[in-house]
């Protein structure tokens, strides 16, 4: 059976818009305090963040961009700014790299720089996109200082560990892998494992 919920490794605190909560009928301009706790994965559609209201109220399969950190935040990014590719299938895994976790970031957004910290990673699997070495992304979810909620894949962020990482001045320019990496291949010598058999020892 598909998966497509999973929780949030560490809910957080934030604010819905509340026209999101009104379908986009009224509530412009006004916020509700809520905790967020719960993510969902449709195929083609942006990421579902579940969220408790503080009247108690549970809502489900918000966009990143109807949760704010400050109703008096700074930039009203776009969804498409905040979630640069859509959900690949129903199955994933939500994850908090212990590395990276809370770690400052620079989110290159569509033609700008946002600063922010690593909240999570949601990473997709068992589609058509994840399987393939140059589509194949995971999600990282980043509070960004101006206020919004963002999913970026890792092309689009610097971590800054003050003890390791070294800026530079431009944007790295990799490129991305298009190698499937196989370990057990036709052409090889032999396909048996003569190291360890019944006619050897250790």
């Given at each position: ?144 200082e101006c206020g ?35 370990v057990e291949n ?17």
């Open positions: 059976m598909s998966i497509h919920i999973a929780d949030i490794p560490k809910p957080f605190y934030c604010y819905v818009r509340n026209e999101f909560l009104y379908d986009q009928q009224k509530g412009f301009g006004e916020f509700t305090a809520c905790m967020a706790y719960g993510l969902s994965a449709l195929p083609g559609r942006a990421w579902g963040i579940s969220l408790m209201l503080n009247n108690g109220a549970l809502v489900q399969h918000v966009p990143v961009h109807a949760i704010t950190f400050a109703p008096e935040n700074i930039h009203n990014h776009p969804l498409d700014h905040l979630q640069i590719w859509s959900c690949y299938g129903w199955e994933f895994s939500t994850h908090v790299y212990g590395a990276l976790e809370e770690m400052p970031v620079k989110a290159y957004m569509k033609g700008s720089w946002e600063v922010g910290r690593y909240l999570f990673t949601a990473a997709p699997y068992g589609d058509h996109f994840s399987s393939a070495p140059d589509q194949h992304k995971h999600f990282n979810f980043i509070h960004l919004a909620l963002a999913a970026l894949p890792g092309n689009r962020m610097l971590v800054f560990d003050s003890s390791f990482v070294e800026f530079e001045r431009e944007r790295p320019s990799y490129t991305t892998n298009t190698h499937y990496w196989y036709i052409e090889d010598d032999s396909p048996f494992d003569s190291v360890i058999s019944p006619h050897n020892s250790l």
